[in-house]
């Protein structure tokens, strides 16, 4: 084994073993510790956070409001909830009944490091992945017509996407800790798998914040919702409903779109039916993926995930693919936020890229989106 894969291994198993920690399943003594000393690291996370948020309670610091209606997209975990695809989906939702959006990125890991950058214009993208992220850059690719701007400070970023597009929408990716902007409309997102990040706060969990961070949804997303069963889907529910009242409950599913081959060639999705491939991507949730893959028909023979916002190397892929062709496998699939990431060059086998879109329901709540951008508008 290279040092290359040696590494990669240690970083998969670690995150792995974190995850059977923080769950419980994890074992023996050293575990127990270990969960022990995270359980105080939460405590003194806890303090901190509300000790950093009682100023905005009292009302001594004060949210900026942006000169537009902002509609947050976020979530309560860490961890995979599918906030891209949706951001994507509502924007596109959003652009066709005639809104004209723009999307804020906090750009991670990008090499900008935070810095203020327009990613696209709409029209065509002006960063690579490598700069702005993998996330703002697939949102770029899979959204003309939507102008993507990042930047650490949501304030600055705003302003520049208010003064070079003049949006009637800004949507605020991953914003529901953005504690110095002001929303008109927070969406929360949580996934039906594993909702509530164990129950606990980082690091001993996997929550941001406590579960009460719910009641400032004006909708919770359910995502994932086809995942679990029935009698469990409405015992989440009924807990959501009783801690954010308010708040529009909205199922979620996530539903496979066309692949296409990395040279933009469509495949339609009845491509995979019947065929051997190999999984590999570097997303939150990687067992999802190889899922819905094998949802579509597909054979899959390998799964590779990797820590979320890998980036990936020529070497990595070219020893991927050579692993795919061993197992006999005719491609190797991966998601559109890797794709963007990828280094072109011949492999032994096809890369095909596979895309998501996300399935609402009721599926009139981006009309409340809509909703809320005219009150606010009529109120400018």
Same mark, same amino acid.
């Not at 976020?74 to 005639?98: D, E, H, Q, S, W």
């Not at 599913?253 to 933009?264: H, W």
């Given at each position: ?7 990669? =291994? ?17 074992? !023996?003594?050293?575990? *127990?510790?270990?969960? *022990? ?29 942006? #000169? ?10 860490? +961890? ?29 890991? !990008? ?93 001993? +969990? ?19 919702? #086809? ?33 296409? +081959? ?27 993926? *190889? ?21 990936? @190397? ?11 062709? #061993? ?9 559109? @936020? ?15 890229? =596979? ?5 609402? %329901? ?12 005219? @009150?606010? %508008?009529?109120?400018?």
């Amino acid at each position: 084994m290279s040092e290359l894969d040696s590494d990669l =291994s240690l970083s998969v198993k670690g995150a792995g073993y974190c995850l059977r920690l923080i769950s419980g399943e994890a074992g !023996g003594p050293a575990a *127990a510790a270990l969960r *022990a000393g995270l359980s105080v690291l939460s405590v003194v996370y806890g303090a901190g956070l509300a000790m950093f948020l009682l100023p905005y309670k009292l009302g001594i610091r004060k949210r900026k409001r942006l #000169d537009r209606p902002v509609i947050s997209i976020g979530n309560i975990t860490f +961890g995979g909830t599918g906030k891209t695809p949706t951001v994507r989906t509502i924007a596109a939702k959003l652009l066709a009944r005639g809104a004209r959006p723009v999307i804020l990125s906090r750009g991670y890991g !990008g090499s900008l490091g935070g810095r203020t950058a327009i990613v696209s214009d709409g029209s065509s993208r002006m960063l690579s992945a490598e700069e702005c992220g993998d996330e703002p850059a697939m949102l770029a690719d899979l959204l003309p017509g939507v102008p993507v701007v990042i930047g650490k400070n949501r304030r600055k970023s705003g302003r520049l996407a208010i003064d070079k597009f003049d949006p009637d929408v800004i949507l605020l990716d991953d914003g529901l800790q953005y504690w110095q902007m002001h929303r008109d409309m927070d969406i929360v997102l949580i996934n039906a798998v594993e909702p509530f990040g164990y129950g606990r706060l980082m690091p001993r +969990g996997m929550l941001r914040e406590p579960v009460a961070g719910l009641r400032r949804a004006a909708a919770v997303l359910i995502t994932n919702s #086809d995942r679990v069963a029935p009698e469990r889907l409405s015992e989440l529910k009924d807990r959501v409903a009783g801690i954010a009242p308010s708040a529009t409950l909205v199922e979620c599913r996530a539903r496979p779109g066309d692949l296409r +081959g990395l040279d933009g060639r469509k495949l339609g999705t009845d491509w995979l039916r019947g065929r051997r491939v190999c999984a590999f991507c570097s997303i939150g949730s990687p067992a999802l993926f *190889a899922e819905t893959l094998t949802g579509l028909g597909a054979d899959v023979a390998l799964e590779f995930g990797y820590p979320d916002h890998h980036r990936w @190397k020529p070497e990595e892929i070219q020893r991927i693919a050579a692993a795919a062709v #061993d197992a006999g496998a005719e491609a190797i699939v991966t998601t559109e @936020k890797d794709a963007v990431k990828l280094p072109r060059g011949k492999t032994p086998v096809p890369v095909v890229v =596979s895309d998501v879109t996300i399935e609402f %329901e009721p599926r009139s709540f981006v009309d409340a989106a809509l909703d809320t951008v005219g @009150k606010v %508008e009529a109120k400018r």
